[in-house]
T-cell receptor, first 116, second 115 residues
């Protein structure tokens, strides 16, 4: 089954304790992306990756890191989480054509993060 | 500045009626526009994509129009059912001239179909 998986699905942590949210896709997609979703603000892009070892900032990258060492995985790293990073996080993947994302993005089930 | 606006945060309609959701954008020249459905606590699910050279696209009870002059897309659900209740997001490709591209989302319209 074609899917994007995220782990963990729920996480409660404390300020300053480094954490990683994993994302994996089995569709051989070149493009992967992380979003956060907050009430009234919609989905905002954090980082995206056009291919292995190619990453770039989205609209709200501050406080986050990503890596793309393998095509299927795109982990999101919070080196020193703060309460304002409490949010619902989604990973997504998509095919790419001529350097641009095409067609549909497939989203993971989401990770609800609470930073105390 | 660039902006995507979806009509009212919430829309209630009676079962069997046609729901019409609006997505307006400013300062973009998108190559295409997409519509997604999102249920509470779950990831968005792709519904339809319409390209800039297409006026209308249909899929079963769904219809999307795209007016690049008005900078607007309309999303219609005909013969609506309570199971259609969800938040609907529009997303567009900013058609950046750079090599990278981001998909930008509206904040969504929450549709409730009343039985």
């Amino acid at each position: 089954e074609a899917q994007v998986t995220q782990n963990p699905r729920y996480l409660i942590t404390v300020t300053g304790k480094k954490l990683t949210v994993t994302c994996s896709q089995n569709m051989n997609h070149e493009y992967m992306s992380w979003y956060r979703q907050d009430p009234g603000l919609g989905l905002r892009q954090i980082y995206y990756s056009m291919n292995v070892e190619v990453t770039d900032k989205g609209d709200v990258p501050e406080g986050y890191k990503v890596s793309r060492k393998e095509k299927r995985n795109f982990p999101l790293i919070l080196e020193s989480p703060s309460p304002n990073q409490t949010s619902l996080y989604f990973c997504a993947s998509s095919r790419q054509h001529r350097g641009r994302t095409t067609d549909t993005q497939y989203f993971g089930p989401g990770t609800r993060l609470t930073v105390l | 500045s660039q902006k995507i606006e979806q009509n009212s945060e919430a829309l209630n309609i009676q079962e069997g009626k046609t729901a019409t959701l609006t997505c307006n954008y400013t300062n973009y020249s998108p190559a295409y526009l997409q519509w997604y459905r999102q249920d509470p606590g779950r990831g968005p699910v792709f519904l339809l994509l319409i390209r800039e050279n297409e006026k209308e696209k249909r899929k079963e009870r769904l219809k999307v129009t795209f007016d690049t002059t008005l900078k607007q897309s309309l999303f219609h659900i005909t013969a609506s059912q309570p199971a259609d209740s969800a938040t609907y997001l529009c997303a567009l490709d900013p058609f950046s001239s750079g090599s990278a591209r981001q998909l930008t989302f509206g904040s969504g319209t929450q549709l409730t179909v009343l039985p």
